[in-house]
DNA sequence: GTGAGTGTATGGTTTTCATCGAACACTCGG
DNA sequence: CCGAGTGTTCGATGAAAACCATACACTCAC
């Protein structure tokens, strides 16, 4: 009925509700920089969560969108059966100015 | 005769050859935060390893600062037998625009 | 309804990291 | 030369985090 999935819609956290100690180890992970990077790379909404090339299984890299998540880094939302992502550029940007493109512009 | 103290001096990392993961993980330690900011609010060399208010011992203190001069944050000098300290501000900030400001203005 | 595709939850393993206590190295003032 | 002060190194411990395999929940096409 409400068109969304798996069971419960995620819990989002906004950027502005986020302390920098939260947002610099949800950066400070490899495997979570890929995804913010490749995320950056994508239109909002096109990309659902096993379409990225990381080299985890599936439940870590749930873990892993949930932690971006509570960081305030990407918003989630059902799409039949697939979950898809934005990025949250414009708010994350509000709250931590300069941050996102420093990870981005970084080799 | 080197005037300088412990027995090898510390080596130190330059913020150009430190790339952005380890500048982040560095910087998502409680207590390490807490060495910048109060190390920022400081002069330079005015600072000895032990004078910060942190609840760790010793040697963890030590440890810290080894990471803080890894991530190129972090300049140190021995003078007599203490390790003073410096915040590398402008080569940190050439490096990584906009970092440094975030985590000190941050409540 | 069934089966394929997608993501989450759980439990357990492994790795990583912060921490401590103790031993050591160095400096300096007596 | 000693002793106090300062910081590093080592080994061990404990907690946190990443990871996997499995089992489960949901949607959709057929």
Redesign the pocket.
């Known amino acids: 009925m409400?068109?969304?999935?798996?069971?419960?819609a995620?819990d989002h956290t906004h950027p502005d509700d986020v302390p920098v100690q939260t947002a610099l180890?949800a950066l400070a992970?490899?495997?979570?920089l890929v995804l913010v990077r490749e995320l950056a790379g994508s239109a909002d909404w096109s990309r659902?969560?096993?379409?990225f090339d990381v080299?985890?299984?599936?439940?870590?890299?749930?873990?892993?969108?949930?932690?971006l998540r509570g960081a305030g880094l990407v918003e989630?939302r059902?799409?039949?059966?697939?979950?898809?992502n934005r990025l949250r550029r414009a708010e994350f940007d509000a709250r931590f100015p300069g941050l996102l493109d420093l990870v981005l512009r970084d080799d």
Chains 1, 2 share one sequence.
Do not use: I, M, Y
């Open positions: 409400t068109a969304s999935s798996h069971r419960t995620p180890a992970d490899p495997v979570r659902s969560c096993g379409s080299p985890v299984g599936k439940a870590a890299l749930s873990h892993h969108f949930s932690v989630q059902d799409e039949g059966p697939k979950r898809v």
